[in-house]
C-alpha cells in the first residue's frame, strides 16, 4: 500500500517563528487534507490540497503532486498552533482509504 | 447544525465484552469512516463504507464489526477479540467528489470515543 511520511516527526519553536513540515507520499494521489489535531484529540481540517497552494491565515499548504510531496507552512506561530499535524493522502484509482502519516508533534513555547 | 456525532465520548469496559460506539452524521455523505489512534501515534483504519450496506476492511479489521445499514449511521463494535483494544476512536465521513460539493472529497471527523478496557 501507498507509505506516507511526515518529517520532522517532533518541533519546538519559540513563539513567533516560522515553520515547515512536511508529507512525503510513494505513490500518486488524488486526495491531501493537512489536519491539526489539538490537546483534547480533535482533528481540524485544514487544507483539502491534491495540488497546487493554498492559504489560510498565518498558514499555507502547497502540493507537488508530480514529486509526490506536500509541504504546510505556519508564519508567527503561536501557542494555539501546538498540537499533532497529519496528513492523509488517498491513491489515486482507490476510491475509499485515506491514509495517514505519523503525524509531526509541534510545541509553541511563549 | 451539520455534523458528525459521536457517542459516547468516554467508554470503560471489562475484558471479555463487547461494545458499540456510535456514529451518526447529517451531512448526506456516502462514504463513512473508522480509525483507531494510540497514544503518541498516527490514525489506523478499520473499516470504511462508500454507500450504504456496503463496507471494506481496513488495515486493522481483526476484532471489529461494523454496519451500515442507513446512510447516516456507522456502529462500530469492538469485540471480545480484539486483543487490545484500550484507544481513542474516531469517526470521520467524506464529502463526495465532484458534482457540485463545496470542499468535494474532503473528510470530517467527530470528537471521538475513548475506550478503556479495565
Known amino acids: 500500500g501507498i507509505q506516507v511520511e511526515q518529517s520532522p516527526p517532533d518541533l519546538i519553536l519559540q513563539e513567533g517563528a516560522n515553520s515547515t513540515l512536511r508529507c512525503n507520499f510513494s505513490?500518486?494521489?488524488?486526495?491531501l487534507q493537512w489536519f491539526h489535531q489539538n490537546p483534547w484529540g480533535q482533528l481540524i481540517n485544514l487544507f483539502y490540497?491534491?495540488?497546487g497552494t493554498k492559504q489560510n491565515g498565518r498558514l499555507s499548504a502547497t502540493t507537488v503532486a508530480t514529486e509526490r510531496y506536500s509541504l504546510l507552512y505556519i508564519s508567527s506561530s503561536q501557542t494555539t498552533d501546538s498540537g499533532v499535524y497529519f496528513c492523509?493522502?488517498?491513491?489515486?484509482?482507490?476510491?475509499?482509504?485515506?491514509?495517514f502519516g505519523q503525524g509531526t508533534t509541534l510545541q509553541v513555547k511563549p | 447544525d451539520g455534523g458528525i456525532t459521536q457517542s459516547p465520548k468516554y467508554l470503560f469496559r471489562k475484558e471479555g465484552q463487547n461494545v458499540t460506539l456510535s456514529c451518526e452524521q447529517n451531512?448526506?455523505?456516502?462514504?463513512m469512516y473508522w480509525y483507531r489512534q494510540d497514544p503518541g501515534q498516527g490514525l489506523r483504519l478499520i473499516y470504511y463504507?462508500?454507500?450504504?450496506?456496503?463496507?471494506q476492511k481496513g488495515d486493522i479489521a481483526e476484532g471489529y464489526s461494523v454496519s451500515r445499514e442507513k446512510k447516516e449511521s456507522f456502529p462500530l463494535t469492538v469485540t471480545s477479540a480484539q486483543k487490545n483494544p484500550t484507544a481513542f476512536y474516531l469517526c470521520?465521513?467524506?464529502?463526495?467528489?465532484?458534482?457540485?460539493?463545496?470542499?468535494?472529497?474532503?473528510?470530517?471527523f467527530g470528537e471521538g470515543s475513548r475506550l478503556t478496557v479495565l
Open positions: 470521520a465521513s467524506r464529502t463526495p467528489p465532484g458534482g457540485g460539493w463545496v470542499r468535494s472529497g474532503e473528510l470530517f
Open positions: 505513490d500518486s494521489v488524488n486526495n
Open positions: 490540497i491534491p495540488s
Open positions: 492523509a493522502v488517498r491513491r489515486s484509482g482507490n476510491t475509499g482509504k485515506l491514509i
Open positions: 451531512l448526506n455523505h456516502d462514504a
Open positions: 463504507s462508500q454507500i450504504v450496506n456496503d463496507f
